[in-house]
Structures are given as structure tokens and as C-alpha cells.
């Protein structure tokens, strides 16, 4: 045999040797040991608690909207049939959906801002999004076939003007 592919060949039965053990017991520490990461003590029912019932100017800044322009999607999806859940409210559930789209908060953000898992929020935001498409029809409306008043206006029609 070649002396540099045995000298290889050592080498690398010494890393084996060493390193293997070492992996080996990492591995088996950390897989024995799960801790739960939602666990704390302001969780989402608390928050949307707070921001309800505390100061006036938390739910315009957390949600962009006022306390009870806020409460009135909640009574229109409740109506549609959204329903609180076992461990998540329709409040929970549409502040969930507003703070991910106002703070374009992500999955991850939104697991540690109301402690629930990945797959509940996904499940939430979904439910939520499902009913205010229904609701659209409500709150959506076509543009009049009359021109806004700006639009008739000589100074600001070049900038309007379709290409």
C-alpha cells in the first residue's frame, strides 16, 4: 500500500475514535432532554387581554385600529361561523392575522408573541383569512364608473392617464 493513503487511513481512524463518542453523547443528551418553549407567562390570551381593556393607544399600535372598530371583524366573523377554539379565542385568532399582516410578523414572531405552536397559528391565520374573504362582498366595493373629483382635475390627469 501506498505510505501517504495509510497515513490517511490512520488519521482517519483517529478522528473516528475521537470524535465519534463525543457525537454520540451530544446526541443522546440532547434528544433525551425536550423542553417546552412556549412557556411563558404572557401568552396570547393575556396580550389580547391588555390590549382590549388597557391603555387606548395599544390596540392602534399593535393592530393599527382602534378598540371597537376592532370588536366589530370579531362580531362579523362570528357570524360567518369562526368559533373560538379550545385553547384560542376569535379574538386571539383575528388579532393573530392582523398582527402578522400590520407587523408583517413572521411564523416564528408570532409563536413567541402569543406562545402557541407554528402549526396553530398557521391553522388560525388561515381560518381567519377564509372567513374575511366571505365578508368581502361587505366591505369591498367596485370602483364608480365616474371618475373621482381629482381625476377631473387638468393638473392631475397626466398623471393618471392609463399607457
Wanted: glycine share 2%.
Amino acid at each position: 500500500m501506498d505510505s501517504s493513503y495509510q497515513h490517511r487511513l490512520k488519521n482517519e481512524e483517529e478522528f473516528f475514535l475521537f470524535v465519534l463518542p463525543t457525537l454520540q453523547e451530544a446526541s443522546s443528551s440532547q434528544s433525551s432532554q425536550r423542553q417546552a418553549i412556549h412557556t411563558s407567562v404572557r401568552n396570547g390570551a393575556t396580550f389580547i387581554d391588555e390590549t382590549l381593556n388597557g391603555h387606548e393607544v395599544l390596540c392602534q399600535r399593535r393592530f393599527h385600529m382602534e378598540r371597537e372598530i376592532f370588536r366589530a371583524p370579531v362580531r362579523r366573523l362570528r357570524e360567518k361561523g369562526l368559533v373560538d377554539s379550545r385553547y384560542v379565542s376569535v379574538e386571539e385568532q383575528l388579532a393573530i392575522f392582523l398582527y402578522a399582516v400590520s407587523k408583517n410578523a413572521s411564523n416564528r414572531v408570532l409563536q413567541d408573541q402569543f406562545q402557541h405552536s407554528g402549526e396553530t397559528i398557521s391553522r388560525h391565520f388561515a381560518a381567519v383569512l377564509n372567513a374575511l374573504t366571505q365578508l368581502t362582498c361587505h366591505y369591498i366595493c367596485l370602483p364608480s364608473p365616474h371618475p373621482h373629483h381629482i381625476l377631473r382635475q387638468p393638473k392631475f390627469s397626466p398623471y393618471f392617464q392609463v399607457i
